[in-house]
């Protein structure tokens, strides 16, 4: 009988303590963690670079790497693209780009380190790679937003037409600074420079707001560009309205360029014209008209 009670308390006993340690198992509430950044931070600098809308290079887009060559500065980075050659661990150099964590810029200096090509870079690709991969908060103009920009831009009078001394000298507009690029830097083609860029905008039409981009093209000749933007500043269309270059024209070399009208009713003229030594001559006409957010030709 003795033996059969202690068999009984030692068996309530381990039930007992088997009880114990079960409930006192944590049980966790933490929802399981996603999988690691498969994209490795040189792909994501690589993938910032060539996918902006202005660099141009003669090598094959998918077979170049980007690693940071060096900090030159606080905050400023040199930037090295290379390709793989055929030895073992052995690459050719084929670019430069500089980033300013400061100025917010990409600086393509591959062929001239004085004279670079300001990139036109993605800004939310730019943003996650300098604050995940290099640790930095990035800052887009702090104390300016998108309105108050567009609202410090200065207005042109209607009707607005193409004149050599505004080419030349472009008065009274805006002058842009090298933080206040990516404001328009989406809204022009592959060919434009920003480096030396003047905007300024048109009187509101039909719901819509306009603004002129005065900048340049790879060859220097000016490039200009009406952009049409909705409520919320989102760009709906582009028009080149100048831009210069020489032709062939009776067995010579010509200048030709855009000559530009734009009137109050949302109707644009450009007339393509060829200078010679005699005088200047139209070599024929565009109209264009805006309806519903684009320029449409007539």
């Known amino acids: 009988m003795i033996r059969i009670l202690a068999f009984s308390l030692v068996v309530m006993m381990a039930s007992c303590s088997s009880n114990s340690r079960k409930m006192a198992v944590p049980v966790s509430h933490e929802e399981p963690k996603g999988r690691l950044d498969s994209v490795s931070c040189d792909e994501r600098l690589k993938l910032l670079i060539v996918s902006c809308s202005n660099y141009k290079t003669p090598f094959d887009k998918h077979n170049l790497h980007a690693e940071i060559d060096e900090e030159q500065a606080d905050g400023v980075y040199r930037i090295r693209l ?12 084929v670019g430069w780009v500089v980033m300013n964590t400061k100025e917010n810029t990409l600086k393509d200096i591959t062929n001239d380190a004085d004279s670079p090509v300001i990139l036109n870079y993605n800004k939310a690709a730019y943003t996650y790679y300098v604050e995940h991969c290099l640790g930095r908060k990035v800052s887009f103009c702090k104390d300016m937003t998108l309105l108050k920009f567009f609202e410090s831009l200065p207005v042109m009078k209607l009707p607005f037409e193409y004149s050599y001394d505004f080419v030349c000298n472009l008065p009274d507009t805006k002058a842009l600074k090298k933080s206040e690029l990516h404001y328009v830097s989406s809204f022009v083609d592959a060919d434009t420079d920003l480096s030396d860029c003047h905007v300024a905008r048109l009187p509101p039409h039909a719901g819509y707001h306009f603004i002129l981009v005065f900048a340049h093209n790879s060859m220097g000749e000016g490039h200009f560009f009406l952009c049409a933007l ?15 270059y020489d032709m ?3 067995d010579h070399i010509e200048n030709c360029y855009l000559h530009y009208l734009i009137d109050g009713n949302g109707q644009i003229l450009l007339r393509k014209i060829v200078t010679t030594e005699t005088g200047e001559e139209a070599l024929g006409s565009t109209k264009y008209a805006f309806v519903n ?5 007539k």
Request: proline share 0%; hydrophobic share 30%; aromatic share 18%.
């Open 293 to 297: 957010g684009k320029f449409v030709k």
């Open 248 to 250: 062939e024209w009776k």
């Open 82 to 93: 290379f390709v793989y050659d055929s030895g073992v661990n052995s690459t050719n150099t």
């Open 230 to 244: 909705n409520g919320k500043y989102q760009l709906t269309d582009r028009l080149l309205i100048y831009t210069a």
